[in-house]
């Protein structure tokens, strides 16, 4: 596809669940971002991967929370031991680079739930 | 720290001339973004900014000061399609080992615009 995809776009889960979302990013684009956006609330970015440097990781919240990335492909957020506060809509987004003028294209979204 | 400032709410006449103002304290500049988000749909670029001026693009025009830490969104000839959230998003710090720089987003404004 030309744009951002991410899976699954809803999940629930229980509390004290792991969960994985995925982001497949535009082919091309080097520079790789997770956003948590709460109901109402901004974009509160949580990782950056830019191509093979080593990714900035100063927004995750917890240590119950992860995330890799395969080259300048495919990302996989992990949340461990899922808590209620961390519903949220987690998205994606990819750019050609992480300076000037890129823009980040954003993927659809998923959208969590934890009961 | 990082801080945007954005209305919360805003509500204009379709057909009307409307603008958001948006003000940051970072500790870094390397310009500023904006862009929209119609309810739960991911955000779209709209415009960009690095240097002072206005730049225009159709019915969307934006606005930056350096000086005054300050920008604004105009948007003209209002539609109903235009209800939408406004992001303001400055990059700011340098990210070290990617080098290069992170996005810090606003709350952004919501804007209604009624017949």
């Known amino acids: 596809g030309a744009g951002v995809s991410q899976s699954p776009s809803n999940k629930v889960t229980e509390k004290g669940k792991d969960v994985e979302l995925r982001c497949d990013p535009i082919?091309?684009?080097?520079?790789l971002y997770w956003y948590r956006q709460r109901l109402g609330q901004g974009l509160e970015f949580l990782i950056y991967?830019?191509?093979?440097?080593?990714?900035?990781k100063s927004g995750l919240p917890s240590d119950r929370f992860s995330a890799e990335r395969t080259g300048e492909s495919v990302s996989t957020l992990t949340i461990q031991r899922t808590q209620q506060e961390d519903s949220a809509v987690y998205l994606c987004?990819?750019?050609?680079?992480?300076?000037?003028?890129?823009?980040?294209?954003f993927g659809p979204g998923t959208r969590l739930t934890v009961l | 720290g990082q801080n945007i400032d954005q209305p919360t709410e805003m509500t204009a006449t379709e057909g009307a001339i409307v603008q958001i103002n948006c003000t940051y304290q970072?500790?870094?500049?390397?310009?500023l973004f904006w862009y929209q988000q119609h309810a739960g749909e991911a955000p779209t670029f709209l415009s960009y900014?690095?240097?002072?001026g206005l730049e225009e693009k159709g019915r969307f025009s934006s606005f930056l000061s350096r000086s005054k830490g300050y920008s604004y969104l105009l948007l003209k000839e209002l539609q109903m399609k235009d209800s939408a959230s406004y992001l303001c998003?400055?990059?700011?710090?340098?990210?070290?080992?990617?080098?290069?720089?992170?996005?810090?987003f606003g709350k952004g404004t919501k804007l209604s615009v009624i017949p």
């Open positions: 987004a990819s750019s050609l680079g992480g300076s000037g003028g890129n823009e980040q294209f």
């Open positions: 082919s091309g684009h080097t520079a």
């Open positions: 991967f830019q191509g093979n440097s080593a990714p900035d």
């Open positions: 970072t500790s870094g500049f390397n310009g």
């Open positions: 900014n690095v240097l002072d």
């Open positions: 998003a400055v990059r700011d710090r340098l990210v070290s080992g990617a080098g290069s720089y992170q996005l810090t």
